[in-house]
């Protein structure tokens, strides 16, 4: 079935806020899957296969372990990037701006895709932005992505690593920002071959068509992101009855 942007983002808000998420933190949320949905990326592929992951109610907040001029280091726990890279990343973007640039290692966190709509965020407050990461599962593939400093979409490089590679930690993600007062490094890409790259361009023609025409999801996602939606319904049937019986 085919759905619009509206539509899936107004799901995905009363999903998060069913999942425990508090206000802004759901938007927040709701958010970096619509933007990968609407730019070609199958948010809600990431999103389903993550749905375990994405409530994280039992597991500790997100720790910041290291804090210095330059340099951020984070612990989420295993927790998913979709409630604490946004935050996060705020922390991060202040840091830049105040030092010309900063580093930031993100620990035991999942579904680091999402990272690809606050890299378009970081690009709208002036810096340009890269983030590394190797997917946690054989064959390791790693994930590469840059923006330019005021850029509206970023380069995403996908590709197998060769032999001798040095791996990163599976479930980690390193970032770098700057601004135009710091020059952008280079890219490092050591392919064993299947590469892909998404461009700007690309990304800009994705969401045109996903405005046009709409979005694909399935029945049977579209009936259990529903469910997950109904908990804010009920919250707030609840709460009313309560307000009503207390007058």
Not at 8 to 37: C, I, N
Not at 50 to 77: F, M, N, Q, S
Request: proline share 5%; net charge negative; charged share 25%.
């Amino acid at each position: 079935m085919l759905i619009s942007a509206n539509e899936l983002t107004a799901l995905l808000k009363r999903v998060f806020e069913g999942m425990g998420y508090a206000p802004g933190h759901y938007e927040d949320a709701a958010a970096l899957v619509s933007w990968l949905q609407l730019h070609g990326e199958d948010g809600l592929g990431e999103l389903e296969r993550a749905l375990e992951l994405v409530a994280d109610r039992e597991r500790p907040a997100t720790d910041l372990v290291a804090e210095g001029p330059a340099t951020l280091i984070a612990e989420c726990h295993g927790r998913s990037t979709l409630n604490c890279l946004p935050t996060l990343l705020e922390l991060a973007s202040v840091h830049a701006l105040e030092q010309r640039t900063v580093q930031v290692e993100v620990r035991h966190c999942h579904n680091r895709k999402f990272i690809l709509k606050l890299l378009a965020d970081c690009a709208r407050h002036g810096l340009w932005a890269q983030a590394s990461w190797d997917n946690g599962h054989a064959p390791v593939r790693r994930h590469l992505a840059r923006i330019d400093a005021n850029a509206a979409y970023p380069t995403y490089l996908e590709y197998s690593l060769p032999d001798h590679a040095p791996r990163a930690d599976r479930q980690s993600l390193s970032l770098l920002l700057g601004t135009a007062a710091q020059p952008q490094p280079a890219l490092e890409v050591e392919a064993a071959g299947k590469e892909r790259c998404i461009t700007p361009a690309q990304f800009s023609e994705a969401r045109e068509q996903a405005l046009e025409h709409g979005m694909e999801i399935s029945p049977a996602l579209w009936q259990r992101l529903n469910l997950l939606a109904e908990a804010v319904l009920v919250e707030n049937s609840e709460r009313s009855r309560g307000g009503a019986g207390g007058r």
